[in-house]
């Protein structure tokens, strides 16, 4: 199979807390002729399609139709473009002498990924120029050494006739993937967060269940759906906002996939209080306030005494085992005394 072809994906990474990877990637795939299919990715997920024979492509994002939005799209879509025909070009029609009987399949991948760090800004971890032929590595570009490779032998003399060539190596592959790609790539993330915070709409639930002590209810506050900025959510006993030092733990901000965000709030609270709980979340210049039912999850009896059933039972299941054990090893001690008293009596019989 083509194995450099997998989506990326991207989950669990905690907001400002660590290192945030994005990547703007293209993917094409020609059969046999000049038509071809396309597929544009911005972190994993497809927000763009087109065909060389098909409809005029339409952006899945607003702020790529519109705008400067609308411009730097076209440009990243023209500048993908350019790597694609040139290795279509090359490969399919003047140096490689591939058979294209057949269904003779052609893929390409161009783009880059960053790391986003709120201390040490942006830095470029992988870069993407690669090829493929009838589902196997085919031609790629080596980052580090900026040189191209085969991954097969009819891909040696794309690979000498590239490396030779300093324009298309050095000023139109390296340049594209240092400089316009990451550029490229942390535009289109501005973009994307400003069309999310324009949009998002969050929502919140108070949940609570019970706790391993029986005498606890764990309280819950979920919020998710809203933009990763300029969104607090606070959770209040009665009138009072409940804090870190009153037993408060947070998830921290954690990104949904979508462009939005999420946010976990717990305390454990006596289930004996009689106290009104509940989350207001502030977003833009709007507040909202979710209160809890007193209504609790899981009626069953608490995790830990169930446990503790079972730890008693395995106590009972090992005391009859070494009953068991001890009882045997007795027997067997007090047939060999037998044994020995009995040729002990044998032997002074006249």
Not at 4 to 27: A, E, K, M, N, Q
Request: glycine share 8%.
């Amino acid at each position: 199979m083509f194995s450099i072809y997998g989506i990326l994906l991207f989950s669990d990474i905690v907001w400002r807390t660590v290192s945030v990877p994005h990547s703007l990637l293209g993917t094409y795939t020609a059969v046999n002729t000049d038509e071809f299919t396309c597929v544009l990715w911005l972190d994993g997920e497809a927000v763009d399609s087109y065909s060389s024979i098909g409809p005029a492509s339409v952006p899945r994002r607003n702020w790529m139709r519109e705008g400067r939005g609308r411009s730097l799209w076209k440009s990243v879509k023209r500048l993908n473009m350019e790597h694609w025909n040139r290795g279509r070009t090359d490969i399919l029609k003047n140096d490689t002498g591939l058979n294209m009987s057949g269904a003779a399949v052609l893929q390409g991948r161009f783009g880059c990924e960053i790391e986003r760090n709120p201390d040490s800004g942006v830095r470029l971890m992988r870069a993407f120029a690669q090829y493929g032929w009838n589902g196997e590595d085919f031609l790629s570009l080596n980052l580090s050494r900026r040189q191209w490779e085969a991954s097969a032998g009819s891909a040696v003399p794309i690979e000498r006739k590239w490396n030779r060539d300093e324009f298309i190596t050095t000023v139109e592959t390296m340049s594209y993937i240092d400089y316009i790609c990451v550029r490229h790539l942390s535009d289109s993330l501005s973009f994307e967060a400003k069309e999310s915070q324009e949009t998002a709409q969050p929502t919140a639930a108070v949940l609570a269940k019970r706790s391993w002590d029986p005498g606890k209810v764990i309280l819950t506050c979920l919020v998710s759906g809203f933009h990763c900025n300029n969104t607090t959510v606070e959770v209040y006993r009665d009138d009072d906002i409940i804090t870190e030092e009153d037993g408060l733990l947070s998830s921290g901000i954690r990104p949904n996939g979508d462009g939005t965000c999420q946010l976990r709030k717990s305390l454990d609270i006596s289930n004996s209080i009689e106290a009104s709980y509940s989350c207001e979340v502030q977003f833009r210049s709007l507040k909202q306030l979710v209160k809890w039912d007193g209504k609790i999850w899981d009626q069953a009896e608490p995790k830990q005494d169930y446990d503790t059933g079972h730890y008693y039972w395995f106590l009972m299941v090992l005391l009859v085992l070494a009953i068991g054990l001890l009882f045997g090893v007795s027997i067997f001690i007090l047939r060999r005394r037998w044994r020995k008293q009995e040729k002990f009596t044998l032997d002074l019989s006249p």
